[in-house]
């Protein structure tokens, strides 16, 4: 791998030679853009960006550059006056150096980036899902929450417009609370098609806002037949041998002070002002100069250095770059680590020559995980800057197998930097106990039999009832609306699912075979809740799955041990949070430190972490859930960590108290109001919800004396959330070409929901699986959807929702998805 091959070839050549993939539109695409593979059964292709400074190490200056002039055209399209009263919002991770860049050529206007990593006592103010991401949770965490509420425009950033559905959910989701009249969109290359763009114009007036749109270059990918097929066979020839070129002799790694100037955030992550700027801007000579001084020979003429930056915190070493590039002679390259795996093929004309992997080593909170550098080996740097922040300068970051070790086998010199993580001030909390008015202004809670088939004492629902609302929308309409971004999951129900007969005896007969086993669950959560964390608990349900088991740890505690303990039952919304008027509620009559959440099992762990994140507005509240099981390694408080089916699963409202799901709508639920959700009274003569309860607590006293030894064991043992599921997900999510971490529903309670819910594609079967998976089977088969049996899998079965779905779309086959 030389620079010189690398000047002459187009680094899309190999791909477009092999697949006949082209790019049509402006002339500058081949210059911005290269091709490269992965594995993914529905595109084989992937575009990467030259000038982003991510995959493709590139001179500082260009990188920065571009971002600067998009910024310069913003501000011309603007008017200075209104630039003044923007905010500029770029997205992680691979568009928060671009997005920085493009608030220096603004000049005039503050800088915010999202970020996957939530920092302790930051509220957050906001947050989105990117449906292409390996990661997908969004956090907007400035420090100064008035930052979002203007009503000057907003400057979104983001390397590249695919489908716009990235972009689209952030406007929705700050639209409703921040409702402004202007918003510019800017981007690398624009790459939508035509149906994205009429749809993308259609919701600019549903909002009744102008959108403009800025980019340096935009086109379409051109696909000939039979690409997907030729794509996969090249994934599969190629990727056995993709490896990074043999090490050299191991060069040394030292580290430099940087000496950052007191006060300067390290990123956008809280905001960037201009203020903060100047003063980086003034501090950045002094920085170049030590870590010139410290490479020494390195930095002479004719010698290469790369400036290494690390996943979101990008813009710090592209400044420091600069700043270097001016201070030497050598050629200074700049690229950042990334969590996106991609092939590499090492030939002049791909765009992902060489790839390092290493463990993640920022303690993220979606779990540990492999991370990548590119076209780093083989690149003939004589020394790499690796610039990190000091959250990531950890022991991983230094270990045998870690970044620092993998660079240097590859180059003699590696010189690390460290960026202090830039910590707000805490800013006010919400008061544990609220103020009496607005609690009292809050309604008691709902109680069967006016909501609910349970007993007014095993549950108080904090909801509204919107049971006289039409809510409900056919299942291949709310995916695509999901999908598409042009609607939240939240604000639809899905249209309830009547069981046949058939399925109706399957659930019976799966209860009287597992209701030993659940009740043994139910017995060993209650028993540690009681144990580690209150001895009189207030349970709190996350409506509606953990409800049910809410009522049978209720339950067990009143059989055991004569225990009548309050439980309640909340809303939470992934991607929106949990009801904070109910947390108020709650805080107003009850201890917040007795307060348990519960849910019925973790799939990937996406609550727990949305919960954990919804609560650092709140004083007092403890974020771990307890859970029935936790196949996915998730918490530490559980009955089993086994995939198994609970029955409780296989039913929508009908084992659940004939409740919905939740809703969350802004023109149903306002600032003062619980979230809502029906009661389907007219299902009664369906209703199993009473005998699924009776049927498990008739097993208690049958499993007693195995609870006891679970509970010894299980207060004794490591019982640290592992994430493994999460790890698994990921690579389900690569290895089947979905991108999208929401779209794979690991365990057997998800695989569930997605046949009765949405709009599977196919069903991933533990290989030998056997009773525990007879409904999903039967489900599948109803549906038409193919159960793929597959091997190393930590879950008894993983369900896949039809990536980008749309009425008519067709799987990796070709074949309709059934519906």
């Known amino acids: 791998m030389t620079k010189e091959t690398d000047s002459v070839e187009w680094s ?487 069981p046949s007969e058939q399925y109706q005896a399957l659930f019976k007969a799966a209860l009287e075979t597992s209701a030993a086993r659940i009740a043994r669950a139910v017995g060993a959560v209650t028993e540690i809740v009681l144990a580690e964390r209150s001895p009189r608990p207030v349970l709190v349900s996350l409506a509606r799955a953990g409800t049910p088991v809410g009522v049978l740890m209720r339950r067990w505690a009143q059989h055991r041990h004569g225990l009548e303990l309050p439980h309640y039952a909340v809303s939470i919304v992934r991607g929106r949070g949990i009801d904070a008027n109910a947390l108020r509620w709650l805080a107003a009559h009850h201890d917040p430190a007795d307060i348990v959440f519960v849910d019925g099992w973790t799939g990937k762990g996406a609550i727990t972490r949305e919960l954990a994140e919804a609560l650092r507005a709140f004083d007092g509240f403890d974020p771990e859930i307890a859970v029935l099981a936790d196949p996915g390694g998730c918490v530490r408080t559980y009955g089993t960590r086994e995939d198994f089916l609970i029955p409780s699963a296989c039913l929508n409202s009908t084992v659940s108290g004939l409740i919905s799901r939740t809703v969350l709508r802004t023109d149903l639920v306002g600032p003062d109001d619980f979230h809502g959700a029906k009661f389907y009274r007219e299902l009664a003569s369906a209703d199993v919800s009473g005998h699924f309860l009776d049927t498990v607590a008739a097993r208690f006293d049958e499993v007693a004396d195995a609870v006891h030894t679970d509970v010894k064991e299980l207060l004794a043992a490591d019982r640290a959330p592992t994430w493994e599921g999460w790890a698994a997900v990921e690579r389900i999510s690569e290895e089947y070409g979905i991108h999208d971490v929401n779209l794979v529903k690991p365990g057997v309670g998800e695989t569930t929901r997605v046949l009765l819910r949405r709009v599977p594609w196919k069903i991933l079967a533990k290989r030998g699986a056997g009773a525990d998976l007879d409904h999903v089977r039967l489900l599948a088969e109803q549906r038409g959807v193919p159960v793929e049996e597959v091997d190393e899998l930590p879950y008894t079965c993983v369900g896949l929702i039809h990536p980008q779905y749309t009425r008519g779309a067709t799987g990796a086959d070709g074949r309709a998805v059934s519906s």
């Not at 780093?376 to 959250?391: C, E, I, M, Q």
């Not at 045998?400 to 910590?423: E, F, I, K, N």
């Not at 006016?450 to 409900?472: H, I, N, T």
């Open 12 to 498: 899309g050549s190999w791909v477009a030679k092999r697949l006949g993939v082209g790019l049509d539109g402006d002339e500058r695409l081949p210059e911005l853009l290269g091709l490269a593979l992965r594995r993914n059964p529905k595109r084989s292709h992937l575009l990467v960006s030259n000038v982003l400074g991510k995959h493709v190490p590139q001179r500082p200056w260009v990188v920065w550059q571009c971002g600067y002039d998009l910024g310069r055209r913003v501000r011309e399209l603007l008017g200075d006056a209104a630039a003044r009263s923007a905010v500029v919002l770029g997205y992680a991770e691979t568009a928060t150096g671009l997005g920085h860049s493009v608030a220096d050529g603004v000049a005039l206007a503050p800088y915010l980036h999202s970020t996957r990593r939530p920092v302790d006592g930051v509220a957050r103010a906001g947050g989105f899902e990117e449906s292409h991401s390996h990661a997908t949770t969004h956090l907007l965490l400035p420090e100064d929450p008035r930052l979002l509420a203007g009503e000057g425009p907003l400057i979104l950033v983001d390397d590249e417009f695919s489908t716009g559905n990235t972009v689209l959910n952030t406007i929705r989701d700050l639209h409703e609370r921040f409702p402004r009249k202007r918003y510019v969109i800017v981007a690398l290359v624009d790459m939508r098609a035509e149906q994205d763009r009429q749809r993308f114009t259609a919701f600019a007036d549903e909002i009744g806002a102008r959108v403009d749109l800025v980019s340096l270059a935009s086109g379409t990918v051109r696909l000939p037949e039979g690409v997907l097929e030729k794509g996969q066979a090249l994934v599969a020839e190629h990727e056995p041998t993709a490896h990074a070129p043999a090490p050299t002799p191991a060069g040394r790694r030292t580290r430099v002070d940087l000496d950052w100037p007191a006060g300067v955030p390290d990123g956008g992550r809280h905001g960037f002002t201009p203020e903060h700027r100047r003063a980086l801007e003034a501090a950045l000579p002094a920085m170049a100069e030590r870590i010139a001084d410290t490479l020494g020979e390195a930095t002479a003429q004719d010698r290469r250095v790369l400036v290494l930056g690390f996943e979101e915190l990008m813009y710090a070493p592209l400044r420091i770059g600069v700043a270097l590039d001016r201070r030497t002679e050598a050629e200074v390259y700049y690229s950042t680590t990334t969590r996106s795996p991609v092939l590499a093929v090492d030939d002049p004309g791909y765009a992902i020559r060489t790839r390092l992997v290493f463990p993640a080593h920022d303690d993220p909170a979606d779990g540990p995980g492999e991370r990548y550098a590119y076209n780093v080996a083989g690149g003939g740097f004589d020394a790499v800057v690796v610039v990190v922040d000091s959250t990531a300068d950890t022991a991983e970051l230094h270990g045998p197998d870690g970044l620092l070790a993998r660079l240097a086998d590859h180059t003699p010199h590696v010189l690390l930097a460290v960026v202090p993580s830039y910590v707000p001030p805490a800013p006010p909390i919400l008061p544990a106990t609220p103020a009496p008015e607005r609690a009292s202004m809050l309604p008691e809670p709902l109680r069967g039999p006016d909501f609910s088939s349970y007993a007014p004492e095993e549950v108080g629902w904090l909801l509204q009832d919107l049971s006289d609302v039409e809510l409900e929308a056919p299942t291949e309409e709310r995916e695509e609306a999901i999908q598409s971004g042009g609607a939240h999951y939240a604000e639809s129900l899905p249209v309830e699912y009547q």
